[in-house]
């Protein structure tokens, strides 16, 4: 199949397209450079030139394929709510064009958005939690789904590898700019996490799968505590590890502080079952410890 892949030259879509067309799927992806279209010819992809903003190129891609896998997302998370509405226009923008076709249109949000119970791990069918904006997202694939498109929802964790880590990069940058490690509390909230190259794999799965209204977790450790995250970047920056209050989160990180302090466990036993989907690779604190802290 002819996939149309946004973000395909970002951190999840350069695996996620070299699994494709190993696969034997073509890939049309998303760039708004040279050097990206550059980087997709040298793997065998074709090229769109465009960005999430410009909707009309996004409605071309989608018209010119078998489907979409929508993987773009503005990351600059100081202005989060502005980038979730940004999501919500570029989603029903390809939704628009898929309309009455049956294609599969695979979207991308996070694991977060689902809300936990009594401190379990949420789940695919947990409901969504109110306090994230993320919500315009699922909202529209709702939208989308009850009109007939088939689409379909990749939820991720902090998804990693040496390089990169989800939010926890911004953990580390802040630790190094202070000089010190912190987590919140008794630091025992939890984020799940994930593997990225078994994360492109799951992505690859959902697209061939095609269930219409389906949701997965692109999740592989359940939780990973905060007090540990903290630890292995005091370890890798050399600098002290300690607690804070949850009042003095917001003015130590900034837009993270009310993300920081969040207890998001999350299971993924039904996308497992759903998709013969079997995670592997380091985890989390493995990578924070192989991770080049000079880099920083």
Known sequence: M???????????GTPLVQQLIAAGHQVLGLTRSQAGAEALRAVG???????????????????????VIHLAFNHDFSRFQQ????????ILAMGEVLLGSNRPFVITSGTA?????????????SPVATWNPRGASEAAVRDLTGRGVNTSVVRLPQVHDPRRQGLVPYVTATAKQKGVSVYVGDGGNRWPAAHI?????????????????????????????????????????KV?????????????????????????????????QKLNWTPTGPGLIADLDAMDYSQV
């Open 2 to 12: 002819r996939i149309f892949v946004t973000g395909a030259t970002g951190f999840i």
């Open 45 to 67: 992809a074709e090229v769109k030139f465009g960005n999430i903003e410009d909707l009309e190129s996004l409605r071309q891609g989608a018209a010119d394929s078998d489907g």
């Open 83 to 90: 980038n979730c509405d940004d999501d919500r226009a570029a």
């Open 113 to 125: 958005i689902a809300a936990n119970v009594d401190g379990k791990p949420s789940t695919e069918d």
């Open 197 to 237: 190259t078994s994360v492109a794999t799951l992505y690859r799965l959902a697209f061939e799968k095609a269930e219409p209204g389906a949701i997965y977790h692109a999740v592989d450790e359940e939780g990973v505590s905060m007090k540990e995250i903290a630890e292995a970047i005091g370890r890798g920056l």
């Open 240 to 272: 002290p590890v300690k607690s804070i209050t949850p009042e003095e989160a917001p003015a130590h990180f900034g837009w993270l502080g009310h993300f920081i302090g969040h207890d998001m466990p999350s299971s993924s036993a039904i996308t497992r």
